[in-house]
T-cell receptor, first 114, second 114 residues
């Protein structure tokens, strides 16, 4: 079936250190997978961080990057130097260009140590 | 531009009681989604609409859950006879269209069934 698996949380990283949150997907019934990272900051609603519709492309936002790798079925989220304001829950999601639904991973809670 | 609004924000019920959740999407968004998010899990799609038509309700527990969007704007999700397993946050989202378009999420309704 279609599914998303991401790094089990919680994850704690020191400020200014690098970060990678792994995301792998299975898209057995989706002809044109799209990939997304959503984020929920404390006290706020779920919001889009970045998206990539085409395999091989990279998306970036707020210093975060993720590359859609069709060969390894991965969409890992990376940041070179995290800040305290990056503390949040991050969700990887798989979408179908021909349909509207999103399939979310379980979420990764990230805490940044000052 | 106003975001997606939901009400109520919280609900506490005894098993067997009914509850309705209301969602007002962003103006002009023709696609509306309802997700269920159990604690410490990612959102799981229940149903989505394009205008007033149900596109996919295959994950909606049809014996107790129902959802409508009669004029293609606001939507109501109803649980007829709540069970403890329904305890979760119910999220509404809307998008301009489907297929790679960003989904904008409301704040959610946190339901507790005792």
């Amino acid at each position: 079936g279609d599914s998303v698996t991401q790094t089990e949380g919680p994850v704690t990283v020191s400020e200014s250190e690098s970060l990678i949150i792994n995301c792998t997907y299975s898209a057995t019934s989706i002809a044109y997978p799209n990939l997304f990272w959503y984020v929920r900051y404390p006290g706020e609603g779920l919001q889009l961080l970045l998206k990539v519709i085409t395999a091989g492309q990279k998306g970036s936002s707020r210093g975060f990057e993720a590359t859609y790798n069709k060969e390894t079925t991965s969409f890992h989220l990376q940041k070179a130097s995290v800040q305290e304001s990056d503390s949040a829950v991050y969700y990887c999601a798989l979408g179908d260009y021909n349909q509207g639904k999103l399939i979310f991973g379980q979420g990764t809670k990230l805490s940044i140590k000052p | 531009e106003a975001g997606v609004t939901q009400s109520p924000r919280y609900a506490v019920l005894q098993e067997g009681q009914a509850v309705s959740f209301w969602c007002d999407p962003i103006s002009g968004h023709d696609t509306l989604y309802w997700y269920q998010q159990p604690r410490d899990q990612g959102p799981q799609l229940l149903v989505y609409f394009r205008d007033e038509a149900v596109i996919d309700n295959s994950q909606l527990p049809s014996d107790r859950f129902s959802a409508v969007r009669p004029k293609g704007t606001n939507s109501t999700l109803k649980i007829q006879s709540a069970k403890q397993g329904d305890t979760a946050t119910y999220l509404c989202a809307s998008s301009l269209d489907w297929g790679g378009y960003e989904q904008y999420f409301g704040p959610g309704t946190r339901l507790t069934v005792l």
